[in-house]
């Protein structure tokens, strides 16, 4: 079992940045971010795969930055020029043992409990 936890949320204005992080219990080879909006499916926004292998989705490539924190077991996504359709739960996801470049959902075993991001003027 690996326990995630988010942290960094919070209220944003518009073309401004914010930073997210989350925390795992232990090492795990496959992190990645997904975000849900109010009525909208829960959508892959970012993935890291061992120390810097990246995927994200190319609507938010330039803006989104995912990478390891200052200790292994962390992950940190950096969110530039955002818009106020970034606004939505963030949830950090993460395979403990399996290498997985995927954005997909029903590829993370694990899941944090999510953290709110509202993009505001």
């Known amino acids: 079992q690996v326990l995630l936890v988010e942290s960094g949320g919070g209220s944003v204005q518009p073309g401004g940045s914010l930073t997210l992080s989350c925390v795992a219990s232990?090492?795990?080879?496959?992190m990645a971010w997904f975000r849900q909006a109010p009525g909208r499916e829960r959508e892959g926004v970012a993935c890291?795969?061992?120390?810097?292998?990246?995927l994200y989705p190319n609507s938010l490539m330039g803006r989104f930055t995912i990478s390891r924190g200052n200790a292994t077991n962390e992950m940190v996504l950096q969110m530039i020029n955002v818009k106020h359709e970034d606004t939505a739960m963030y949830y950090c996801?993460?395979?403990?043992?399996?290498?997985?470049?995927?954005?997909?959902?029903?590829?993370?075993?694990?899941w944090g409990q999510g953290i709110q991001v509202t993009v505001s003027s």
């Open positions: 232990r090492f795990c080879k496959s």
């Open positions: 996801a993460a395979n403990s043992d399996r290498t997985t470049y995927s954005l997909r959902r029903d590829s993370y075993s694990y």
């Open positions: 890291l795969v061992g120390e810097s292998g990246t």
